[in-house]
């Protein structure tokens, strides 16, 4: 039934096919409140519970395009079976690396939402190993061929997420291609695909400032939102026409409505949304009661192990009543001092973002000590740490058990010559400098030899040559078979 209704009402079939700011006014209801697509986390309960509280635009968890087009009940999960009435506006987010791959998928897609989106801003190993998101941000013709092509063929607008490079420059051009493609909205990450992870660092609302005076489609941020002051700040100094949020709206579903409500309230109006619009995978359930609650699991570790544990939504809703029961407790008994100490701004029970550790150098926006968070804060462990056997990790203990020789210090690993083709490393003897797999695939193809590896095509073309003209010999002539087969 929320399938029919969703497909009836959706703009995409009662309407032309808009563009640009028409497309941002009429269709997204000039959004400027978005919430980001996030791969296991902004699923249709989160969108609700997000567009109840401020929300004015959400996205789909991001959706493998391949993976969409051969697989029926991974549509069914991921999408069709998420359509309501209440979730809109909404975009669909894929990602892909083949244009006609990609446009069969948003084909699939374009009656369930009211515009699709290319992700080209995952900057995770994962995409790398799948050579999409941000790993694509340099194949401007493989991208500009992705994105006039659905923009030719489909009903619903084209959208593109982006990361920005390091040359402001550069991140213009880059956005300018995609709206010369025929890309119609345009979100900028402020942060390049290296800013991850614990190397997140500081996102440059200076790149995203440049794009948007640079294109002539609307512009969304992304990147520094942790509150709707960040929010109303981030628009006035870019200029840009709405802003998404990720990890702020995680820990705080609310921060569109400029409030920090308790922890509790948001995590049972979560709950009970679950029950409403099911199924929902617990895994997601767990994911976000996580986010909500970090703060004060950081201090009720027991019930951080028992919430990891559970695995019923009974479980999980009975685990967050008793976090509730205990912070009551705690204002009881007056304990709101004890978080001042933590740092926090709030009390744990309240929420609020997640912030890194950051350096005791004053870091701000778009300024060039930037680059001093990163290498400061966002550090890997030192070298020295390797050294010592007391902060070597479990599992690193164990190979040096076996090999008391072993080295971890990525400095004095021995350095391999890398294959011509792949960049693996290549073998040492090898004629043609190839790793063992390219020296196979060269010597089938030339009909060469390589002895370091015992690859002979050359000789064993050389001796299937020689039997079949032996056994020819011996077809057409009376000596016995054996004087050829010596030969």
């Known amino acids: 039934t929320r399938l029919m209704v969703r497909s009836l009402t959706a703009p995409s079939a009662v309407m032309a096919k808009l563009q640009g700011f028409e497309f941002w006014r009429k269709t997204l209801k000039e959004a400027r409140y978005v919430v980001a697509p996030m791969v ?12 109840r509280h401020g929300a004015q635009l959400c996205y789909t968890p991001m959706l493998h395009a391949q993976v969409f087009v051969r ?8 999408l069709y079976n998420e359509v309501c ?3 809109s506006p909404l ?6 690396n083949d244009p006609e791959v990609f446009l069969q998928a948003a084909l699939l897609a374009q009656d369930y939402c009211d515009a699709i989106d290319l992700n080209l801003g995952c900057p995770q190993m994962i995409a790398k190993r799948g050579h999409y998101g941000v790993f694509l941000q340099d194949e401007w013709d493989l991208l500009e061929k992705m994105v006039s092509l659905a923009n030719e063929k489909l009903k619903v607008p084209i959208t593109c997420k982006i990361r920005v490079f390091k040359e402001v420059e550069k991140t213009v051009r880059y956005a300018q291609m995609l709206e010369n493609a025929g890309c119609q909205l345009l ?18 609302w200076e790149h995203i400032k440049a794009v948007r005076q640079a294109v002539n489609i ?48 948001m995590a049972e109006e979560y709950l009970e949304v679950v029950k409403r619009y099911p199924p929902c995978t617990l895994s997601y359930v767990r994911a976000h009661l996580f986010k909500l609650w970090h703060h004060t699991l950081q201090i009720h570790q027991d019930l951080r192990e028992e919430l990891a544990k559970v695995k019923t939504l009974e479980g999980l809703a009975d685990v967050s009543k008793q976090l509730r029961l205990r912070c009551q ?14 740092g926090l701004p709030f009390p744990h029970w309240i929420c609020q973002p997640y912030v890194r550790p950051v350096p005791k150098e004053t870091v701000t926006n778009g300024n060039s000590q930037a680059s001093v968070l990163k290498k400061t804060v966002c550090q890997k462990r030192a070298l020295e740490d390797c050294e010592s056997a007391d902060t070597l990790s479990k599992n690193k203990q164990k190979k040096r058990s076996r090999n008391p020789k072993k080295n971890f210090c990525p400095e004095q690993k021995p350095k391999y010559i890398k294959c011509e083709q792949c960049g693996n490393p290549k073998g040492n003897k090898c004629v043609f400098s190839l790793c063992r797999g390219c020296c196979k695939k060269k010597a089938y193809k030339e009909v060469a030899d390589c002895p370091s590896k015992c690859v002979r095509t050359h000789t064993h073309s050389l001796m299937r040559c020689c039997m079949l003209h032996c056994s020819t010999a011996v077809h057409w002539n009376t000596v016995p078979t054996y004087t050829y087969i010596h030969i």
């Open 40 to 51: 296991d986390q902004s699923e249709l309960a989160w969108r609700l519970l997000s567009r």
């Open 218 to 265: 609307p512009v969304f941020a992304n990147g520094n939102i942790q509150h709707l002051s960040d929010v109303e700040r981030c628009i006035q100094e870019t200029g840009v026409q709405g802003v998404m949020s990720a990890e702020g709206n995680l820990h705080n579903p609310a921060l569109f409505e400029g409030r920090s409500p308790p922890v509790w309230e």
């Open 85 to 87: 009435e209440e979730d």
């Open 71 to 78: 697989d029926a009940n991974y549509r069914r999960e991921n």
């Open 329 to 342: 407790e705690e204002i009881a008994k007056g304990k709101d001092s004890e978080d001042k100490e933590s």
């Open 187 to 204: 979100t900028v990450h402020g942060r390049t695909k290296d800013q991850k992870g614990a190397m997140t660092g500081i996102a440059s």
């Open 91 to 96: 975009i669909a987010q894929f990602c892909a």
